[in-house]
């Protein structure tokens, strides 16, 4: 069975600053890998998504993730942390065989620092 | 389009108290989804619909029931609600393309039974 392990519930990060957030996975079929991120209040949206297709994926609002096989990883980067980007952000992973279930990670509350 | 849509988006129940939450969506997907959301947990898949007509049970189905009569909505239900089920229940909605399409999220619907 899929699954995805993010480490580190809480990330504080400096306004500016990097922003790194680790996602492992683990597929006995190549995977197809997402990051979502949820607002106060509100439902996921897509960031991003691998689908086999360049490892170098960029999403919307800056993030960017690598595909790195033989590190079975998809971490989420963003070079210059924003207040806005403060939200919960979770890795998933999609069975492609499996009617488009996703497993998702337990989550990354990100606050930025003023 | 207004996506996917919830209701309602707050309840309270008594244990033992029964009710339903509708998901509608209006972007004529085949599959869709119930999760519930836990602090420190993730996203779980209760269970899923891949058409209309169909359900399918996901990682965590116990004390849940659903129907998808109509392509458009897909209905959970709590026959005796437990203050286990306390959560925030998302659903989501995507095209029938395996494992590589983006899921679509409500807004939510938050309950808590007493």
């Known amino acids: 069975a899929q699954s995805v392990t993010q480490l580190g519930s809480h990330v504080s990060v400096s306004e500016g600053a990097l922003v790194l957030l680790r996602c492992n996975y683990s597929?006995?079929?190549?995977?197809?890998l997402f990051w979502y991120v949820q607002y106060p209040n509100q439902g996921l949206q897509l960031l991003l998504k691998?689908?086999?297709?360049?490892?170098l994926v960029k999403g919307i609002n800056g993030f960017e993730a690598e595909f790195k096989k033989s590190e079975t990883s998809f971490h989420l980067t963003k070079p210059s942390a924003h207040m806005s980007d403060a939200a919960e952000y979770f890795c998933?992973?999609?069975?492609?065989?499996?009617?488009?279930?996703?497993?998702f990670g337990k989550g990354n509350q990100v606050v930025v620092i003023p | 389009n207004a996506g996917v849509t919830q209701t309602p988006k707050f309840r309270v129940l008594k244990t033992g108290q029964s009710m339903t939450l509708l998901c509608a969506q209006d972007?004529?997907?085949?599959?869709m989804y119930w999760y519930r959301q836990d602090p420190g947990m993730g996203l779980r898949l209760i269970h899923y619909?891949?058409?209309?007509?169909?359900?399918a049970k996901g990682e965590v189905p116990d004390g849940y029931n659903v129907s998808r009569l109509k392509k458009q909505n897909f209905l959970l239900g709590l026959e005796s609600a437990a203050p286990s089920q306390t959560s925030v229940y998302f659903c989501?909605?995507?095209?029938?393309?395996?494992?590589?399409?983006?899921?679509?999220f409500g807004p939510g619907t938050r309950l808590t039974v007493l």
């Open positions: 989501a909605s995507s095209t029938e393309l395996e494992g590589t399409d983006t899921q679509y």
């Open positions: 619909s891949v058409g209309e007509g169909t359900t």
């Open positions: 691998y689908t086999s297709a360049a490892t």
């Open positions: 998933a992973v999609s069975d492609p065989y499996g009617n488009n279930r996703l497993a």
């Open positions: 972007m004529n997907h085949e599959y």
């Open positions: 597929s006995s079929v190549p995977p197809y």
